[in-house]
């Protein structure tokens, strides 16, 4: 037990963890916004294949002594281009993904196994570091978090419309296959973001629990992507909080929380089912009935 | 007086694909207010004319205006009403959400709509009936009240141009009434033209003003009685076909793309997942 939970030195220890706040704080924020659109537009399968070559890239920069952070962002780019020029429908990006997502990891061994240096480095890549944020590369997470969050901003409305509406927002002149392509590459450098932090295993779970949580209790296009942020900077910063107590990584903790957040929003949207939505009657009889 | 312009105008107008002509020389002006109902088997180039009005397939040849501009144009005066289809039960959108995309989905950046936008949205959905459900989320919508509020979508931007792509497939009877209704009143009201490609003429036989019957790639424009009798459907297939009048209803027997011989233009062997329109008055 002392493994898990030892708090006697925690003033301290959170001291030391300043950087990594902040950084799981922002990836909470990155997280839970595109885990909106991994939601709407089925890319769960794509996160996890980004991630495995995110982490084969930071894996090679671990072995070249280059910037793991940098790294991680050509992997998951790399990937990210890959899919969003091969897959285009949802079919094809199912198996490019597949075919992808082994060759990552198998990469990202390979450099593991040649890398000499430490072994808490290698194992982090996999499942997460908490004193691993540096201000170098704090600067790093930062600037792609800006990136990312300026993009969202920008194609958050067309993005939603030729997600949910194809055919409707094809019609009103949306170009689906560059916005499909951008939101990859805005994904592609969220999944980087979340490597360096989580760990390439467990990324699914700051950008896929929480917006799957927080759509299981609202249809609000203001309060999903709200409380998909909240969820996901609860679990990320909740998680290095009670991992500084013991030695075990912090990816158990971030996605027990995440886990436990989406457990309680079902129970939630069991009981929502129930009481209804709307005031709608079947039956209601609209005002202009066709002559017949 | 001079003639008003014209909501959408084919002048000339030819697609085709390679040697594969799905109409050519297609003359057509739709007039404000006028209801015109597109008709043909299927693959007989429907949905490439409300591809070509969107501006998402260039033409072969000829002009197309809408509102007298070209369609990249024209496009923002247009409103387009797809088929109905299922949506996921997770999407984070309301009724009122999808009518507002309708307003501003094609505009990029972060904006607030304002008060008189989420009035004019409002105010679609009452006029489709809509309200009691508007803040619902569009996947636990049934297909009658998807339709509906596609229908505001499509007329919250109060367009000159109404495009309908088979908007009463998989809907049932009383909801295909009602849809059919409200596509009515408002180019009643609004003096919207309505382009409406069916397979099923029967729910809007009434309404149309007129029909363009395309097959073999050749078609015919006129009113439903002239268009759609025994003489004119047979020289448009270049074989014989009977054309019933059933209790109001009107059957097609004999066209060459249905091996059965015997079906009405609500049956169509295309569609197996499609609930038969049976007692029809």
Redesign the interface.
């Known amino acids: 037990m002392d493994r898990l939970f030892d708090f006697r030195d925690y003033g301290e220890l959170l001291g030391l963890v300043h950087n990594s706040l902040i950084a799981a704080a922002l990836l909470g924020v990155v997280g839970g916004l595109i885990g909106v659109f991994v939601q709407v537009r089925d890319m769960q399968f794509a996160v996890h294949g980004i991630s495995e070559l995110s982490f084969a890239g930071a894996a090679a920069a671990l072995l070249l002594g280059g910037s793991v952070a940098l790294g991680s962002v050509l992997g998951s780019v790399l990937a990210a281009g890959l899919i969003g020029w091969l897959g285009v429908r949802a079919r094809d990006r199912n198996s490019v993904i597949g075919v992808l997502m082994p060759f990552g990891l198998g990469l990202g061994v390979l450099f593991l196994s040649l890398y000499e240096g430490r072994a808490a480095n290698k194992f982090g890549l996999l499942t997460g570091q908490i004193v691993a944020v540096d201000t170098v590369r704090l600067g790093w997470l930062v600037g792609v978090s800006v990136v990312v969050l300026t993009g969202l901003a920008l194609l958050w409305r067309p993005l939603m419309f030729i997600s949910v509406d194809p055919e409707v927002a094809a019609a009103r002149g949306l170009p689906a296959g560059l916005l499909s392509i951008a939101f990859t590459l805005l994904l592609g450098l969220a999944v980087s973001l979340a490597v360096q932090v989580v760990g390439a295993l467990l990324v699914l779970s700051l950008l896929v629990t929480p917006a799957a949580a927080a759509f299981r209790v609202t249809a609000s296009p203001v309060l999903a992507p709200l409380l998909s942020t909240v969820f996901a900077v609860v679990s990320a910063v909740g998680g290095i909080l009670l991992a500084l107590g013991g030695t075990i990584p912090i990816s158990p903790f971030v996605t027990t929380i995440s886990f436990t957040i989406y457990l309680v929003c079902r129970a939630v949207s069991v009981y929502r089912r129930h009481s209804g939505w709307g005031t709608r009657t079947p039956e209601e009889q609209p005002a202009a009935v066709a002559v017949p | 007086m001079t003639a008003p312009v014209p909501a959408l105008s084919l002048r000339s107008a030819g697609l085709s694909f390679g040697d594969r002509v799905l109409w050519s020389g297609l003359d057509l002006d739709v007039q404000p207010g006028e209801f015109i109902a597109v008709l043909g088997p299927n693959g007989a180039g429907k949905s490439s004319l409300l591809k070509a009005v969107?501006?998402?397939q260039p033409l072969s040849a000829g002009d197309l205006l809408i509102a007298g501009l070209p369609p990249?144009r024209g496009?923002?005066r247009?409103g387009?009403v797809?088929q109905q289809k299922s949506?996921?039960a997770?999407?984070?959108?309301?009724a009122r959400?999808?009518v507002a995309?309708?307003i501003?989905?094609?505009?990029?950046?972060?904006?607030r709509r304002s008060a008189a936008e989420r009035q004019r949205i409002a105010d679609a959905l009452e006029a489709?009936?809509a309200t009691?459900?508007?803040?619902?989320?569009?996947?636990?919508l049934?297909g009658g009240?998807q339709q509906?509020v596609?229908i505001a979508?499509?007329l919250a931007t109060d367009p000159t141009l109404l495009?309908c792509?088979e908007p009463l497939l998989s809907l049932d009877l009383r909801s295909q009434?009602?849809v059919?209704?409200?596509i009515?009143?408002r180019r009643r009201e609004h003096a919207t033209a309505v382009v409406f490609v069916t397979h099923e003429i029967n729910?809007?036989l009434?309404?149309v003003d007129r029909v363009l019957y395309v097959a073999n790639g050749q078609h015919r424009i006129g009113p439903p009685g002239e268009v759609l009798t025994s003489a004119t459907l047979s020289e448009l297939y270049r074989t014989p076909v009977d054309v019933l009048n059933v209790r109001?209803r009107v059957v097609v027997v004999g066209t060459p793309d249905e091996p059965g011989g015997c079906t009405h233009h609500d049956l169509t062997p295309a569609d197996p997942g499609r609930r038969p329109a049976g007692g029809?008055?």
Do not use: I, K
């Open positions: 969107l501006g998402q990249a496009r923002h247009v387009y797809p949506m996921d997770a999407t984070p959108l309301r959400d999808l995309l309708g501003d989905g094609h505009r990029f950046g972060p904006r489709v009936g009691g459900y508007a803040d619902a989320p569009v996947g636990l049934s009240e509906r596609r979508q499509a495009l792509d009434r009602a059919a209704g409200m009515d009143r729910p809007v009434d309404l109001g029809d008055a």
